[in-house]
């Protein structure tokens, strides 16, 4: 991507109330509840844009605003080192920048095509370093994908689907009595389907102990290797819930079983396999994830019609992929999806996770086998089939699943979409996420077991 140059304003001026971005404690996995910025007691340090939805035309150029306090006080003749330029990629400029009274400015460059520029401040305060990001949007509803569509993508999953089918579920369900109280029965869910042999798949089943029929939501895994850890609260307002754990073992064993997958078997699982299609790890994944709809469908105390999928990050991705491939999920939430837009490192702009196309390691000698392979799995070709109307959220300042990949697929999305961004965002799930796109989605579910909803995102 090609950016103009850059141009940078000191000034000073009274600090007044903006959301601040702090030194923040890294957090392991993606599936975080309520995670918080951590301010030190003694620095504040923050970067801003001068655009409240931080979203640009090509033509603009991005003010991002530094301010510093330490002590309470505005922080004099601090030295901030700064980079910018599109996400992911190599900084197109660089520098230091002096802090005055507590302030500086960066006037950035405009970009010549749609994308992501971001601004990576540094400074260094009585022996620690603190760092603020803030990502500048150009026109991302513009966001065009830059993988290639296999010709026989749908009949390389409908024969994939077809033959999983081929065996009988064969459930088993384990009660799990520590996780169950007088409003919700919790069990371990087991599972059967066909892929190159009989495959195994586990979740946790949360359902209401009440007598009647009830909605269904499927929660998708996010990457990682502990089982999650079901969802009684969602059961005991009257859903029957399911948390999948996509690497076939039971999700009742002990931590240090699964510290031990972790570092041994379950170690790069997200590229094992990536020189064929049909040895790709997420080929087992995703059919596993499909054959659980047919579980729902054979519980009793199913509804016989609702079901709703939700997942963050690998599991935005299953959300959106098992929706497209499972016409029977009504309604499906992806917070910052992963595996969008993997071709985007072969065209000089940032791809989805894994990123495997940012490491020429792990495709040097298969390079071609690798682009095939990965275009089968690509969310981009899944989400222009979706038509489940579906809610998306992420943030700009996102690391791991970069929004100039997600835009890439949800641009692709033709059917009914919802979106809530939050722009100082990162690779989290924030609370207003998960109560915006619970509550819209257990709506939605419980509302048309009476007949169609006439508002449909209210």
């Known amino acids: 991507m090609n950016v103009k140059t850059l141009s940078i304003i000191i000034g000073l001026i009274t600090f007044c109330d903006l959301t601040a971005v702090y030194a923040q404690h890294t957090t392991a996995g993606i599936d975080v509840e309520n995670p918080e910025s951590v301010e030190t007691t003694d620095v504040l340090f923050s970067i801003s844009l001068d655009k409240k939805d931080w979203i640009y035309t090509l033509d603009e150029r991005p003010v991002f605003t530094l301010k510093m306090l330490v002590d309470n006080t505005p922080a004099n003749s601090a030295d901030v080192f700064y980079t910018i330029g599109p996400e992911k990629m190599k900084s197109t400029q660089s520098g230091k920048v002096e802090l005055k009274n507590g ?47 296999p010709l026989d993508f749908d009949k390389f999953w409908a024969d994939a689907i077809g033959n999983s089918k081929s065996i009988p579920l064969n459930t088993r369900l384990t009660p799990i009595p520590n996780k169950s109280n007088d409003s919700v029965k919790v069990y371990q869910a087991e599972y059967e389907f066909f892929n190159n042999g009989v495959q195994k798949f586990y979740g946790v089943l949360s359902m209401p102990t009440k007598e009647g029929k009830y909605p269904a939501i499927i929660r998708f895994p996010g990457a990682g290797w502990l089982p999650l850890g079901g969802d009684q609260k969602n059961a005991a307002a009257g859903f029957i819930t399911l948390d999948l754990y996509i690497h076939g073992r039971p999700v009742t064993l002990d931590r240090s079983y699964y510290v031990d997958l972790q570092n041994n078997e379950l170690k790069g699982y997200q590229y094992k396999g990536v020189a064929d299609r049909d040895s790709f790890y997420y080929k087992n994944a995703i059919l596993g994830c499909v054959r659980s709809v047919d579980l729902i469908y054979s519980l009793p105390q199913f509804d016989g019609e609702h079901i709703g999928g939700w997942g963050s990050s690998q599991g935005g991705a299953l959300s959106i992929i098992t929706s497209s491939l499972e016409s029977r999920i009504n309604y499906l939430v992806a917070l910052c999806p992963a595996m969008c837009d993997f071709n985007g490192y072969l065209n000089n702009r940032a791809g989805g996770w894994p990123h495997l196309f940012a490491k020429p390691e792990l495709y040097a000698d298969k390079k071609d086998q690798v682009i095939r392979t990965l275009s089968y799995y690509d969310v981009v070709h899944f989400a222009k089939r979706l038509k489940a109307p579906s809610f998306l959220s992420w943030g700009f300042n996102d690391p791991v699943t970069p929004p100039t990949s997600i835009y890439a697929a949800y641009n692709a999305i033709e059917a009914p979409k919802k979106l809530f961004i939050i722009p100082s965002g990162v690779h989290k799930i924030y609370p207003d996420q998960r109560d915006k796109t619970y509550a819209w989605l257990k709506k939605k579910l419980k509302a048309t077991e009476g007949g169609p909803v006439s508002e449909f995102f209210n």
């Open 103 to 149: 302030h500086a400015e960066l006037v950035g460059p405009a970009m010549t095509e749609p994308g992501f520029l971001r601004c990576d401040v540094q400074v260094s305060i009585k022996g620690k370093t603190y760092r603020a990001v803030a990502t500048a949007a150009f026109e991302p509803e513009k966001i065009m994908p830059t993988g290639t569509e």
